[in-house]
């Protein structure tokens, strides 16, 4: 599709809005995110500024991008034993003014927003 001789792209074609890095959570956990080519996104969180004593996570997602520009991040976490934790779910972020910010969950997780600190 083109307008006027500018090829326009579908939204799914967007280009990809790179989330690999570090976040900090309000909950006072540390996020490592890989954001793969193909928009799946991998996570390891830890509680308390990084140790992980408390809880520590993984998450295994994707991104998407939606028809106005929306960036989204949904997929499954679980707690694993490096922490005392065992909660398990589904959670959603979106991504807000350079912040993940959470917009879904189906059961206990802390984070409300995630900000990139590296």
Not at 19 to 33: E, N, S, V
Not at 63 to 88: C, F, H, I, M, Q
Request: charged share 20%.
């Amino acid at each position: 599709m083109y307008y006027n001789q500018v090829p326009i792209l579908p939204y799914w074609r967007q280009p990809a809005y790179d989330l690999t890095g570090t976040w900090r959570g309000d909950d006072g956990g540390l996020y490592y995110i890989r954001h793969l080519d193909n928009n799946r996104i991998w996570w390891v969180g830890l509680s308390d500024n990084g140790s992980g004593l408390n809880w520590t996570n993984v998450l295994e997602g994707e991104v998407t991008y939606g028809p106005t520009g929306s960036v989204e991040l949904s997929g499954n976490w679980y707690d694993v034993p490096r922490g005392t934790a065992r909660g398990k779910g589904i959670l959603g972020f979106s991504v807000r003014q350079g912040n993940l910010v959470k917009t879904y969950q189906d059961s206990g997780f802390g984070a409300e927003i995630l900000k990139k600190i590296s």
